[in-house]
């Protein structure tokens, strides 16, 4: 039985938006008073920098410079994550639904992920790790406590953000990996060696590549049954839209400033 008793779960399904949007739509689920799981992907290719970790280190100038990858600032802290052949999660919740412990939270909202690796027929690891301290700013070179692995390798970055009474916890799930265009991204030649060791994607463990729909319909259903909840589907309302739509200026790329 779920130590955390959900008073109902909406689930925004999958579609994808410009960089700015995804953001200001992560900062707006803040402003409602309820548990939410939203599902969402990329236009194109996204830089995403950590609001602690708002630096270009180690990473390709002519990739910064490419318009045609976009970037963003992050409400999150955490380090610098490639938005491309992905899942996007977001799980938005009262604060006193959960424990107070930032870690206990991870792992509660970690175990539904993992439930859903394993349908896909994977053996996903997840534990706590010491505190680790680094100079890189990449996120997937890294493993925090409780994030998802297969293999000791990295399959799911993830950062959470507390505002006052509310909190949520987003995620990339990596189902592909263009490793030439990761190659280019990172400028460090040893950062592409040591992350083709440390990170992985559901098509390199599975030899699957399930649609973002499928994927989505499977971690929906783990949470369903992690927190013993019936979640109703809702799309963004024609006033959500507007709201989340004046809080996109403060996340278009205005560049290292």
């Known amino acids: 039985m779920s130590i955390v008793n959900l008073p109902g779960l909406r689930i925004i399904p999958f579609k994808k938006y410009s960089a700015a949007f995804n953001m200001a739509a992560d900062e707006y689920l803040l402003s409602l008073d309820q548990p939410i799981l939203r599902f969402y992907g990329w236009e194109n290719r996204t830089l995403s920098f950590g609001r602690s970790n708002f630096n270009p280190k180690g990473i390709n100038p002519d990739i910064l410079k490419d318009s045609s990858t976009d970037k963003v600032k992050r409400l999150s802290g955490g380090k610098t994550v490639l938005h491309h052949h992905e899942l996007t999660y977001n799980f938005?919740?009262?604060?006193?639904?959960?424990?107070?412990?930032?870690?206990?939270?991870?792992?509660?909202?970690?175990?539904?992920?993992?439930?859903?690796?394993?349908?896909?027929?994977?053996?996903p690891e997840m534990k706590k790790t010491?505190?680790?301290?680094?100079?890189?700013?990449?996120?997937?070179?890294?493993?925090?406590?409780?994030?998802?692995?297969?293999?000791?390798?990295?399959?799911?970055?993830?950062?959470q953000y507390r505002r006052k009474k509310r909190f949520f916890q987003h995620g990339s799930i990596v189902i592909d990996i263009d490793w030439d265009f990761w190659h280019l991204t990172w400028?460090?030649?040893?950062?592409?060696?040591?992350?083709?060791?440390?990170?992985?994607?559901?098509?390199?463990?599975?030899?699957?590549k399930p649609g973002p729909d499928a994927l989505m319909e499977n971690i929906s259903?783990?949470?369903?049954?992690?927190?013993?909840?019936?979640?109703?589907?809702?799309?963004?309302?024609?006033?959500?839209?507007?709201?989340?739509g004046t809080l996109m200026n403060k996340y278009r790329w205005k560049g290292f400033e």
């Open 92 to 123: 938005c919740c009262n604060s006193d639904l959960f424990p107070a412990s930032i870690l206990e939270s991870y792992r509660l909202i970690s175990q539904p992920l993992a439930d859903a690796f394993r349908q896909l027929g994977l053996a």
């Open 130 to 159: 010491g505190k680790i301290k680094s100079e890189t700013s990449i996120c997937f070179k890294e493993v925090s406590s409780y994030e998802i692995t297969l293999k000791q390798k990295k399959i799911i970055g993830s950062a």
């Open 187 to 208: 400028n460090l030649p040893l950062d592409s060696q040591i992350l083709k060791k440390r990170i992985t994607s559901i098509y390199e463990a599975s030899g699957e």
């Open 221 to 244: 259903d783990k949470f369903q049954k992690r927190f013993e909840v019936t979640a109703t589907i809702e799309e963004f309302s024609d006033q959500e839209y507007q709201g989340i």
